[in-house]
């Protein structure tokens, strides 16, 4: 955002009433400022209420200008912070997916599954040995907060149920589930009764069966009896399939597998499994056009080097006098 | 128009008898009804001709042809997914950036290389569109991608709108683009603003820009 802020094109200059400078730290504003600052538009337009005002100290101002700031009390017991981020009210062990925490409060230990005293919980509840590397017991007390590469976590509530889920989008669960390797490749099946939190890129979406989906974009399903592969290849028939057949040539539709859910339940949908591509943060990327793309930063120079030009040496150093000079 | 978002990475699409949809290939995610998916030997509408035309253009994405009865959810690759609805306009796109769209519109080829000279060329590299876009015309709708959400930005005469090119996605309407530069001293030594490029748009009409400068 410029400073100062330019209009925005074919609007009209805002009526604006100069701001009352306020020393910091800020006070909350007074009654008599909010009515000055709050200058009706119209004619017999109401004024919105004033907020009340806080007791003590000032609490943060959630206006939707800038970060809420969150403290091991305000954050959320058990749900998410912002749709990318989630929070969880740890009082005992609790089950979480290697790399996903980014934080917490409180006294957690978090520990390798497969180590230490903890195995005689574990036998109970986790039933999968393949994942096993994959999981850590956080156990303690406090508030941890999950979150996977800015995907969307939604948290789940089994009630005596089960739930099939892609095991790279399960984050975390509560040990009263019991977790057990689905017999399609890649899920992990959660039974019992307690929560999960899992992540899909996009917000879910659930559909009921009869329903064929790509097996991308499948996160997970719940109490479907029967799933199945579903192949379609009836565009190989007649005698232009049979050319396409034989010589390759007009490719495949790219959706001739799918997964088919039949019978009662939910499944769940996401965009795509596809993840964003990992990119380190300050380069600008390599493109034709773009001055200086894809040069990556010099250790010990602020930025980029000239292009070597034969004959006149090493321009971009020219000892260093861009450097010196603050350029 | 078939196409409902269901949120903002997913389309659903009604399919009918007798109305095809294009769409990229892979894009679909899950289906109700009885669908099939043909690939399109073509990569798109009109004969064999066409097809050469998008060969050498570079605006030849895979596409499928999607047919029969029932609905159709779209989606790829986590990217955001921008509705257009065409009421006999154009829509001015890059072929890999359409997800699916009606087979009542017009699909052609539109050299760009013309609109600017040398400039033209530089602009084509710069946003990745080439000297060639996509085109398409006629009365229905399309689902286009991007990299973080679409804003639609105006464009009416006397006041261009400056685009950064690489957050440049579409255009539909009589609109004029070319490409300004700001290149001076200072991005010859690599101290520039980063902003050293920008596609002018004028005329009238809109332009559709991402929330992101990364390509699909």
């Known amino acids: 955002m410029s400073y100062p802020p330019q209009q925005p094109y074919g609007q009209q200059p805002y009526p604006q009433q100069p701001y009352q400078q306020q020393p910091y730290p800020q006070q909350p504003y007074s009654d008599q400022q909010y009515q000055q600052s709050y200058q009706p538009t119209q004619p017999g337009m109401q004024l919105p209420p004033m907020p009340p005002a806080p007791p003590g100290a000032p609490l943060p101002q959630h206006d939707g200008s800038g970060p809420v700031v969150h403290d091991v009390h305000s954050l959320p017991v058990n749900d998410n912070v912002n749709p990318y981020a989630f929070s969880v009210d740890l ?19 978090f ?22 590397s994959d999981w850590v017991v956080a156990e303690g007390r406090g508030k941890l907060l999950l979150a996977d590469r800015a995907f969307d976590l939604n948290s789940y509530d089994l009630e005596n149920g089960n739930l099939t889920v892609r095991s790279g989008n399960l984050l975390a669960f509560e040990p009263t589930l019991a977790l057990k390797q689905s017999i399609i490749p890649g899920f992990l099946t959660l039974i019992g009764t307690g929560k999960f939190v899992a992540a899909s890129n996009g917000p879910v979406h659930f559909v ?72 380190s943060v300050g380069v600008v990327a390599s493109e034709p056009g773009v001055p200086g793309g894809g040069v990556p930063q010099q250790p010990g120079h602020g930025g980029q080097q ?13 000892g260093d006098l861009g450097r010196r000079f603050g350029l | 128009m078939p196409f409902t978002k ?95 769209f009606e087979g009542s519109l017009q699909q052609s080829t539109m050299f760009m290389g013309a609109q600017g000279g040398v400039m033209g060329i530089v602009r084509g590299q710069v946003t990745g569109q080439g000297l060639f876009t996509t085109q398409l015309t006629g009365q229905g709708s399309v689902a286009v991608m991007a990299h973080g959400g679409v804003i ?65």
């Open chain 1, 91 to 109: 009082n005992g062990p609790y089950y979480l997916q290697k790399g996903k925490m980014i934080a917490y409060y409180g006294d957690i230990r």
């Open chain 1, 111 to 132: 520990s390798g599954i497969g180590r230490g005293v903890l195995d005689r919980v574990l036998e109970q509840n986790f039933n999968s040995p393949l994942h096993a």
């Open chain 1, 208 to 279: 009921e069966p009869p329903i064929r989906v790509d097996p991308q974009a499948l996160v997970g399903w719940a109490d479907c009896p029967a799933p199945c592969h579903h192949y379609d290849h009836s565009y190989l028939h007649g005698v232009l399939g049979g050319i396409r057949h034989l010589t390759g040539i007009g490719g495949a539709s790219g959706e001739e597998h799918q997964f088919e859910f039949i019978g009662a339940g939910q499944v769940l949908l996401q965009s795509s499994e596809t993840l964003m591509a990992e990119r």
């Open chain 1, 306 to 318: 000239l292009p070597n030009i034969p004959g006149l040496g090493n321009l971009g150093n020219l």
């Open chain 2, 6 to 100: 269901i949120n903002n990475k997913m389309v659903e699409a009604r399919v009918l008898p007798g109305q095809r949809l294009f769409s990229q290939r892979g894009a679909m995610i899950a289906y109700t009804g009885d669908v099939t998916f043909k690939p399109n030997l073509t990569g798109g509408q009109g004969g064999v001709m066409s097809m050469i035309g998008r060969r050498v253009a570079n605006e030849d994405t895979p596409l499928m042809t999607v047919e029969g009865q029932g609905s159709v959810m779209f989606g790829h690759g986590g990217h955001h997914v921008h509705l257009i609805d065409l009421a006999g306009d154009t829509l001015y796109v890059e072929a890999d950036r359409l997800l699916a």
């Open chain 2, 152 to 216: 639609e930005l105006p464009i009416v005469q006397g006041q261009p709108v400056h685009v950064d090119p690489q957050a440049y996605v579409a255009h539909r309407g009589d609109v004029r683009n070319k490409l300004s530069s700001a290149l001076g001293w200072r991005d010859m030594i690599g101290r520039g603003s980063g902003e050293a490029f920008q596609l002018e748009l004028s005329g009238h009409g809109t332009v559709f820009v991402q929330a992101s400068e990364e390509k699909l």
